[in-house]
Each structure stands twice: as structure tokens, then as C-alpha cells.
């Protein structure tokens, strides 16, 4: 029987303890008798004067009852005048759950426990989900808007040097002049830097923040030089073979030979920066050269053709060794300093290489006239849109995915082909078309990741799998009909092993 005895804690509460039972008598179970001992009712099974409702509590829990309430029978029996363990106390755990000490636990009819979903975690996951596809959703929509605008700036370059060599052929001029418009790189990344992130720095605080991509110490004259001399020469050979390039092949023939720079990278990479080796961009690599070559034969090996086809070539390549020694000696650079060396480069093409078109018109190589003759229109144009071009190309890699703005670039070949036949009216043959289709295709195997290939192997798995659960529940499904059709006609079938 219950007693009260013991100390008062905290003055208010009487410690409830269960007396030494002499015997116990349990419905169907023989209690043992043994030694007397204190027990406290939070830490043993509460029972009452004869041990059923408790019991009874106990099953109605764990088989989960339908509209079982906790402690009913035990507050019934209290109303009744029973002085029950539940009658003070209630059920165990019930006040813990109450206070918020034990979450809420269902009971299925199979006797597991279940908790009940919270309506904020769902929200929470359904709306981290919302957002997580509406950003991949954004980034993908940018990423082909970019790719448009890639390819129509390339495109669009490459044409308005077709129509300014109409009355101006001088293409180094053009490409220096060009590249003097990289100056205004760094500011235009300020400017939108500042826009969209509402720094503080000045334009100058930020230059030297950017430096560091020359070291520590910044930017030095003598760092200036080293570092930017080779790369300005490559970047002005490449430009200066593109042009050339374009005098003597359509703008389609050019922009197809240029994009085998991809597979020299590779070559490069593969060889100089011991990249990792894939067969897929070795088959790429020799489909490159094989429509480099197909490209030279369409029109005999002799004349403009060949010679246009070595320059375009010979372009590709110099803008392969510019990537690479630009990832050997920069390593990664983020959009601030690649800004920084872009600007940097114009300011070292402006004050060294300005001579060289002062030779090439005294020497009359390159005729430029007076400075009233000049197609300012077409250069400003072409500069603007190169400029365009150099600055989404590498905002793009920020922005969004790299392969979109590598498609963009590939792009310009059937835009300049289009413009080609509907303006220029070309007539490309078929030796031509075929050497472009397997450049543009080494192109695009070249874009495969790395791990292309066990990624490939995953989802073929991964659909073989579905297809194999599918075939087995179509198998059950149907020798559960045939077992119907069995017993329905008196019979039962047997499967055989």
C-alpha cells in the first residue's frame, strides 16, 4: 500500500514511496516474495492496490488503441473513490510530455512509434528546396542568355572586320588599337563591383588589392614588365593572326580553325602542367588536326587557302600557350585581378607596342592614310564589341558554368555561317562543311568533364536497375493474376524452381 513517509523537499512536495510488499498479486503471474524495498514510483511500475489498471494502461499504450487516453481508466477508478498511482501523479511520461520534456510519440497498430511530422521543418526543406532550384533555374537562364551573348559579340566582331578590311586593311593597327581598349576593363568591373556590393574602397585601394595577383608586394615595375610582356605578345599575336586570317578565308572557315585551340590547351596542359590523361580528348585532339587538315585540302595545298588556313592555325595556337602559361604562372584569379591584368596588359600595349604601327607605316606595310580617311566608325565598333566579348567571357565564368560560355564561343560558327550564306552569298563545299562538322564535334568532346566517363557508368546502372525492379514487379503482378485465374478455376499453379 502507498505511504507518504519520508523527508519534505522543498517544503511542499512529500516524496511518495511504495511500502515492502509482503506478497503481490498479479492476474495470471506468481509474484515472488523476497527482501522489503524502497522504491521510487518515477523509476518502477506504478501499480494500484490490485495491479490492473496500471496493467491495463500499459497494453492500451503499446497496442495503441484507438482512442485510448492515457491515465482514463486510472482518473475513473480516482473519480470512483480508487486512490491510484494516476490519481497525484498521472501517467508516467504524460506530464514530461505536457512540459514539453518528451516529444509527441503515436503508436501504429504494429506496436512502433512514430513521430508526428512538424509543419515548419516542412516548410522549411520545401521552401530551401524552392530555393535551391529557382537559383539553379536563374543560373541556367543567365548562362544561356550569356551563351547568346557571347556568340553574337564574337560573331559580330569577326563580321565588322570583314567590312572594315573593305576599306581599311590594316590589321595590326587594328588589332592595337584594339587591344588599347582593355584599359577600360578594371573600371567597368569597378564600377559594377561597386554597384552591386556598395563598397567603400576607392578605385585605387581596389587596384592594389587586386595587384596581389603579382605577389605580395604588389605590382612592381620591374613585375610589371616580366609578367606582362609575354603574355601582351601573345595576346596581340593571337589578334593580329586572326586578322590576317580573315583577309585570305570566310569569316566561317576561321572561327571553325580557331576553335582547335580548345584541343591544344589540352595538348599543353597535358604535357607542360602533367594534367590527367583522357582518351576521349586524344580522339577530340586528332579530330581537331584532321579537319585542320581536310580545312587545307578542300582548295589544293597552295594559294590564299592554305595560307589562311596556317594562320588561323597558327592563331589558335598562340591563344592555347597564352591559357596555359597563364594557369602555370597565375594559377586561379578571381574576376578583380583578372580585371587588374587585362587593364594592365592594355596599359603595357599602349606604351610599348604603339611603335610597331609607327614602323609598319613608315616602311609602308601598312598604308594608314590621314587620320579624316580612317573608318573610325568600324574601329570603334570593332573595339567596343572585342572588348564585349573579353568582358563576358570572363564575367560568364563567375556568373554561371564554364562549358556554357566554351558553347557560346562554338556558337560563332554557325552564326558567322549563316551570315556567310544569307549576306556574303558563299557557297561552302562539302569538303568544307565536313572538316568544320568534325572540328565543331572534337570541340564539343573536349567539354566532357573528367569524371565524364564513371558518371556515364552510374546512370547506366542506375537505369538498368529501374528497369530490372520494374521487369520483377510486372513479373509479380502477373503470376499474382495467374494465381487468381488459378484458384478460380479450381486449380493451383506450381512455379517451377
Not at 615595375?221 to 580573315?246: D, E, G, H, M, Q
Request: glycine share 10%.
Amino acid at each position: 500500500m502507498l505511504s507518504t513517509e519520508g523527508v519534505l523537499e522543498s517544503g511542499d512536495q512529500p516524496c511518495i514511496q511504495l511500502e515492502p510488499l509482503k506478497s503481490t498479486h498479479l492476474p495470471g503471474k506468481a509474484t515472488p516474495t523476497g527482501g522489503s524495498r524502497a522504491v521510487s514510483v518515477e523509476n518502477s511500475p506504478k501499480v494500484t492496490a490490485n495491479g490492473v489498471h496500471d496493467i491495463e494502461d500499459r497494453i492500451l499504450r503499446i497496442t495503441g488503441y484507438y482512442g485510448y487516453n492515457p491515465g482514463y481508466s486510472s482518473h475513473r477508478n480516482a473519480s470512483e473513490g480508487d486512490c491510484g498511482p494516476h490519481s497525484e501523479i498521472g501517467f508516467e511520461g504524460q506530464t514530461q510530455r505536457d512540459m514539453g520534456l518528451w516529444p509527441d510519440v503515436t503508436h501504429g497498430e504494429d506496436g512502433s512509434e512514430s513521430r508526428p511530422e512538424t509543419p515548419g521543418s516542412d516548410t522549411s526543406i520545401e521552401s530551401q528546396s524552392y530555393q535551391t532550384c529557382g537559383n539553379t533555374a536563374l543560373k541556367v537562364l543567365g548562362g544561356l542568355l550569356m551563351v547568346l551573348c557571347v556568340s553574337s559579340s564574337w560573331v559580330g566582331t569577326t563580321q565588322v572586320v570583314k567590312l572594315t578590311f573593305q576599306s581599311f586593311s590594316c590589321p595590326f593597327f587594328i588589332s592595337w588599337f584594339s587591344s588599347n581598349w582593355n584599359i577600360f576593363f578594371f573600371p567597368i568591373y569597378y564600377s559594377g563591383h561597386v554597384f552591386t556590393t556598395g563598397e567603400k574602397q576607392t578605385p585605387i585601394q581596389k587596384f592594389r588589392e587586386c595587384s596581389k595577383l603579382f605577389g605580395e608586394d604588389g605590382m612592381t615595375l620591374k613585375l610589371f614588365v616580366k609578367r606582362t610582356a609575354p603574355f601582351s605578345i601573345l595576346w596581340t599575336l593571337t589578334n593580329y593572326l586572326y586578322l590576317l586570317a580573315l583577309k585570305k578565308l570566310t569569316a566561317t572557315d576561321v572561327s571553325a580553325l580557331y576553335c582547335c585551340h580548345k584541343a591544344f590547351v589540352f595538348l599543353l596542359s597535358w604535357i607542360v602542367l602533367k594534367d590527367r590523361f583522357m582518351g576521349v580528348r586524344i580522339v577530340a585532339a586528332i579530330m581537331a588536326i584532321t579537319g585542320i587538315v581536310m580545312m587545307a585540302y578542300a582548295d589544293g595545298f597552295h594559294g590564299d587557302s592554305f595560307v589562311g588556313v596556317a594562320l588561323a592555325v597558327g592563331s589558335a595556337s598562340t591563344s592555347a600557350l597564352y591559357k596555359v602559361l597563364f594557369k602555370m604562372f597565375l594559377g586561379s584569379a578571381n574576376l578583380g585581378e583578372v580585371a587588374h591584368f587585362i587593364s594592365t596588359m592594355g596599359f603595357f600595349n599602349l606604351i610599348f607596342i604603339s611603335c610597331v604601327p609607327l614602323i609598319l607605316y613608315f616602311t609602308r606595310v601598312e598604308h594608314l592614310g590621314s587620320l579624316s580617311s580612317l573608318p573610325w566608325g568600324y574601329l570603334f565598333g570593332l573595339a567596343g564589341l572585342w572588348l564585349v566579348f573579353n568582358i563576358l567571357v570572363h564575367v560568364g565564368v563567375v556568373l554561371t558554368y564554364p562549358i556554357l560560355i566554351s558553347i557560346g564561343t562554338l556558337l560563332s560558327v554557325p552564326g558567322n555561317a549563316a551570315v556567310d550564306v544569307l549576306k556574303h552569298e558563299v557557297i561552302f563545299s562539302v569538303v568544307r562543311l565536313a572538316a568544320t562538322c568534325i572540328i565543331c564535334l572534337g570541340f564539343l568532346l573536349l567539354l566532357l568533364p573528367e569524371e565524364w566517363d564513371s558518371v556515364t557508368l552510374r546512370f547506366l546502372a542506375n537505369i538498368a536497375d529501374k528497369k530490372s525492379e520494374e521487369h520483377g514487379e510486372e513479373l509479380t503482378e502477373s503470376s499474382g493474376q495467374t494465381r487468381s485465374r488459378s484458384r478460380a478455376n479450381g486449380t493451383v499453379s506450381i512455379p517451377l524452381a
